[in-house]
């Protein structure tokens, strides 16, 4: 069983930085393989941010985030991170963690590829 609990959520003014935390348990790591960070704006799709394999460097970004956010782990503390910088309004929705461990041999951005999902945590950039 994985759980994913998000965490770090909240307001900022465009400009500002924001960290999202997401605290990982599961009792067999192959089932978190491919993690990332993915966000959703009501009535629109879910959309990618960003991922990473676990316990590896390799990382991929949405081109709208690429060199303002920046994915990373703490293997030890089994927690998965997002730092955002230079929010921008657009930024503002609500960001899921999400992980797999199926066929999952590169960082993946579609949503379809994950089946463990955290229950989201709001992130507000006013203007």
């Known amino acids: 069983q994985v759980r994913l609990v998000e965490s770090g959520g909240g307001s900022a003014q465009a400009g500002g930085s924001l960290r999202l935390s997401c605290k990982i348990s599961t009792s067999d790591y192959y089932d978190t393989r491919c993690i990332g960070w993915f966000r959703q704006v009501s009535g629109m799709e879910r959309e990618g941010v960003a991922s990473?394999?676990?316990?590896?460097?390799?990382?991929v970004y949405a081109d709208s985030v690429k060199g303002r956010f920046t994915i990373s782990q703490d293997n030890a503390k089994n927690t998965l991170y997002l730092e955002m910088s230079r929010l921008k309004t657009e930024d503002t929705a609500t960001y899921y963690c999400?992980?797999?461990?199926?066929?999952?041999?590169?960082?993946?951005?579609?949503?379809?590829?994950?089946?463990?999902w955290g229950q989201g945590t709001q992130v507000t950039v006013s203007s």
């Open positions: 999400a992980a797999t461990g199926l066929a999952c041999s590169r960082p993946r951005l579609a949503p379809g590829v994950y089946n463990h």
């Open positions: 990473t394999l676990w316990g590896e460097d390799n990382t």
